[in-house]
């Protein structure tokens, strides 16, 4: 046995582990999304809550973690509606069905409610682009109605709650 044999069957599994490595780096892995892309970007915010020590925290200090935007909100006929909305992270990154851990149902809850405290309880399903969801609302009153989304990211695994208004 010679002294190279050692040293060619080292470098042999060196090449081998680095080769599965980058074959497991390639391999398609659901959600690009980061914890990263949930962080609000001023340092007033608190993102973990700590129970020994609570104390009030100015809600309307920072910006939300997650955007809901209504784009569209056609009326299929007299009492009802297609709303189509947009969800993103603080740095702009769409939020789609990958993006989500799956519990129960809805992936995607919604509370809307109008000024004089109606509300109805929807479930959005994705829509055709990325970070596009619909739902339909049978609209009785005519005004300003809030939507707010529920929804756990899987690169957080913290259920966050998104809000926009529609009109």
């Known amino acids: 046995m010679s002294i190279a044999a050692p040293?060619?069957?080292a470098a042999l599994i060196t090449f081998a582990a680095g080769a599965l490595l980058?074959?497991?780096?390639?391999?398609?892995?659901?959600?690009t999304l980061a914890p990263m892309d949930f962080l609000a970007?001023?340092?007033?915010?608190?993102?973990?809550?700590?129970?020994?020590?609570?104390?009030?925290?100015?809600?309307?200090?920072?910006?939300?973690?997650?955007?809901?935007?209504?784009?569209?909100?056609?009326?299929?006929d007299a009492a009802s509606r297609r709303v189509i909305f947009t969800l993103t992270t603080i740095s702009g990154k769409p939020i789609g069905p990958?993006?989500?851990?799956?519990?129960?149902?809805?992936?995607?809850?919604?509370?809307?409610?109008?000024h004089a405290g109606i509300h109805y309880q929807e479930?959005?399903?994705?829509?055709?682009?990325?970070?596009?969801?619909?739902?339909?609302?049978?609209?009785?009153r005519a005004g300003l109605w809030h939507v707010i989304a529920t929804f756990t990211p899987a690169a957080t695994g913290n259920e966050v709650t998104a809000a926009g208004d529609l009109k």
């Open 41 to 76: 970007d001023k340092a007033t915010v608190l993102q973990f809550c700590d129970p020994l020590n609570s104390r009030p925290l100015l809600a309307d200090a920072a910006r939300p973690p997650v955007t809901l935007a209504v784009v569209d909100a056609s009326k299929v």
């Open 22 to 31: 980058a074959g497991f780096y390639l391999l398609p892995a659901g959600s």
């Open 123 to 140: 479930r959005a399903t994705p829509g055709r682009i990325p970070g596009e969801w619909t739902f339909a609302l049978a609209q009785q």
């Open 98 to 114: 990958a993006d989500l851990l799956p519990r129960g149902e809805p992936d995607v809850g919604l509370l809307i409610t109008d």
């Open 7 to 9: 040293w060619r069957q």
